[in-house]
């Protein structure tokens, strides 16, 4: 018995050690890429540092008090909040309304599902510049939709009119990601459920009410809390819809209009345009805070909206 207790604790002993060898290039590159320069960038956001300078002085969180009473960065966050709630519940809604459109049985199904989750694919740079075209005063589609039907009788310019909704629209768009995440979650509803709710004589609201939409919860409160997380880290699409001509000190760049100036493009203002690099990374730092806190409370939330078979034990 002692030698077989021997031999296990040998075995475990094996295991473990073949585990954290394998695991070993993961946690140096993580420690090396990501660890470091986070620990690296809270410590530069506590000095003075600017892009060009060599010598630093430790000033603590006046960065952080300078940026938080700033009143363009302050209206920075505003919008990138009136951004976050109005895409993600925008995209939300309309995955979810295409997803129980297409979770019926119709004609092309498949080839609906593709083409609707296809712009979600292309690399975001392409579709800026698709959606750019596509919003274009004089030779945009939607203009000329809009003229043919007889809605407007002269072309809007929407990227310079609306360039906030015109940001919005856009993430309707690439609502695709959403749509395959609630048709995933439609596949997990059992059909026995329809059956009794259709013998007792439910209609399709009532259905939708009692089953799918409280079955569905887990799924969109999944989507909300990815899609808030990413939406309120958006920068590469403002730039490309409605760029103006910016200068700061010798560099001259372009940069979003001011509904559009989300907090990632401040911060790259403050850092390439500004010089202003210690405040730049404070900015960052500030966002995440911000990010982590609404995640928190959307994690918080969801013991209250989102349904679950699983009953606490107590």
Not at 36 to 61: D, H
């Amino acid at each position: 018995m002692a030698r077989t207790g021997m031999r296990r604790t040998t075995i475990a002993r094996e295991t473990r050690v073949s585990f954290y060898l394998f695991i070993a290039p993961w946690i140096f590159g993580f420690l090396v890429f990501q660890i470091m320069p986070i620990v690296w960038g809270f410590s530069i956001s506590l000095t003075n540092q600017m892009a060009f300078t060599v010598e630093r002085k430790f000033i603590g969180f006046a960065n952080y008090v300078e940026m938080l009473l700033d009143k363009d960065i302050r209206y920075a966050y505003w919008t990138t909040f009136i951004y976050t709630v109005s895409s993600t519940t925008l995209a939300v809604i309309t995955g979810l309304i295409i997803a129980l459109l297409l979770e019926r049985e119709v004609p092309g199904r498949g080839v609906f599902r593709t083409v609707l989750y296809f712009p979600y694919m292309i690399p975001l740079i392409a579709v800026g510049w698709i959606f750019k075209v596509f919003l274009d005063r004089d030779t945009g589609f939607f203009n000329i939709f809009l003229s043919k039907v007889g809605l407007i009788s002269a072309n809007i310019a929407w990227l310079a009119e609306y360039p906030r909704g015109s940001i919005i629209s856009l993430s309707i768009w690439m609502s695709g990601w959403s749509m395959i995440i609630f048709l995933g979650g439609l596949s997990t509803i059992p059909n026995e459920l329809y059956e009794v709710a259709r013998i007792d004589g439910a209609g399709y609201f009532r259905r939708l009410r009692a089953i799918t939409l409280p079955l569905l919860s887990p799924f969109a409160f999944f989507q909300f809390v990815t899609s808030s997380i990413y939406s309120m880290q958006k920068f590469i699409e403002p730039y490309i819809l409605n760029p103006r001509q910016q200068r700061g000190g010798n560099i001259t760049a372009m940069t979003p209009p001011r509904e559009t100036f989300f907090v990632m493009s401040r911060a790259y203002e403050t850092v390439f345009l500004k010089s202003r690099f210690a405040q730049g990374i404070a900015l960052l730092w500030i966002l995440f805070a911000f990010i982590l806190i609404i995640t928190v409370v959307f994690i918080r939330l969801g013991g209250f909206v989102v349904y679950s078979e699983v009953e606490e034990k107590r």
